[in-house]
């Protein structure tokens, strides 16, 4: 129970660092991984070029507030850059729960071996 609440609480942190990030960003980011077909998230964010092309993408589809164009590129930039760092964790901590699940798998697998009985 309380690796469960843990777990829940991690997941809740997590998500909070994208709580300020514009709905219709993640829907414009979602569209272009649709389109063109993007298997690989973190490594389509890391690479310059594609966030350079999310940015214009985001900056000609949605309206933001400033009106500074400065400062609505390096608002942009912050908002991509923050669901790159959730993806990463997000994958981090699945990759940890398969880790765990396996042990998991392996100490139960033993310990029934261990239970059952030796036939003679």
Do not use: W
């Amino acid at each position: 129970m309380q690796g469960s609440l843990q777990e829940k609480e991690a997941l809740a942190d997590i998500f909070t660092q994208v709580k300020d990030v514009d709905g219709q960003i993640f829907g414009v980011i979602l569209e272009i991984f649709r389109k063109e077909k993007v298997q690989d998230c973190i490594g389509y964010l890391s690479e310059i070029e594609n966030h350079r092309n999310l940015e214009q993408s985001i900056l000609q589809q949605i309206n933001l507030k400033q009106v500074d164009e400065g400062q609505k590129l390096h608002d942009v930039r912050n908002k991509i850059n923050k669901i790159k760092n959730v993806i990463k964790k997000l994958k981090d901590k699945t990759f940890q729960l398969k880790k765990i699940m396996n042990l998991l798998q392996i100490q139960f697998k033993e310990q029934r071996m261990r239970d059952r009985p030796q036939n003679p």
